[in-house]
């Protein structure tokens, strides 16, 4: 049973379209993450919702608008795309925010604007 | 705010052989501290986590890692290595951000493992 899915897996779309990432946890979490992982590999954090409430939303363009219907589902949703938001983008869920509580990835949505 | 590093960007070891890939850290307070694995197009897969304890963590596929508090570091270590094990290290450490409303976990730049047959 997959824990964190994400759709699509590959997105591959011209310049000043808008399109969304979808993702599903089935671990019963209830705190969800968007990160970015660049050409080079780095990781990081872009947003995260807790019990559906935006808890984390870093130097992202407003351009990245997330979407959490329920404590299941986070979305990613992207206007007006560019060429640098070509990327790896990971979805993850952790069982609340405690220090110690270990984060699930998905598989990842690779993302080629062109 | 918090930090990692990882200082080598490529690891080659031959197979059979002991691997360690090296991870400090730089944190206010109690450090927890994370490694996740990342195969060719798949997601970040967990290996193991230190956040109190015995100093040594044993953690998925044979890997385990040694805190060291004195040298602020925490390298995964295991004793022989596999072609399989050849894929992306990350270490990450899990703190507030800036404004102190929310935890996130910071990662390290990645470090390639590549085994040799």
């Known amino acids: 049973d997959t824990a964190v899915s994400q759709t699509p897996k590959y997105l591959v779309t011209q310049m000043g379209n808008d399109k969304s990432i979808k993702c599903e946890q089935n671990?019963?979490?209830?705190?969800m993450y968007w990160y970015k992982q660049d050409s080079k590999k780095f990781l990081k954090i872009m947003f995260s919702?807790?019990?559906?409430?935006?808890?984390i939303n870093e130097t992202v363009p407003n351009r990245f608008s997330p979407k959490s219907p329920d404590k299941a589902h986070l979305n990613l949703h992207i206007n007006s795309l560019e060429l640098g938001d070509s990327a790896v983008y990971f979805c993850?869920?952790?069982?609340?925010?405690?220090?110690?509580?270990?984060?699930?990835f998905g598989p990842g949505t690779r993302l080629t604007v062109l | 705010a918090q930090s990692v590093a990882q200082p080598e960007d490529q690891v080659n070891v031959a197979e059979g052989n002991p691997l360690t890939v090296k991870c400090t850290y730089s944190v206010s307070g109690n450090p927890y501290l994370f490694w996740y694995v990342q195969y060719p197009n798949r997601g970040l897969q967990f290996l193991l986590k230190y956040i109190t304890g015995d100093n040594l963590v044993k953690g998925s596929y044979g890997f385990e890692a040694e805190f060291n508090k004195s040298q602020t570091s925490f390298h995964l270590k295991k004793p022989s290595a596999l072609v399989s094990d050849s894929a992306l290290y990350f270490c990450?450490?899990?703190?507030?951000?800036?404004?102190?409303?929310?935890?996130?976990?910071?990662f390290g730049s990645g470090t390639q493992l590549t085994v040799l047959p």
């Open positions: 919702y807790n019990n559906k409430e935006l808890i």
């Open positions: 993850a869920s952790s069982r609340g925010q405690e220090r110690g509580n270990t984060q699930y």
């Open positions: 671990l019963g979490h209830d705190t």
């Open positions: 990450a450490v899990r703190d507030l951000i800036s404004s102190g409303s929310a935890r996130q976990l910071t």
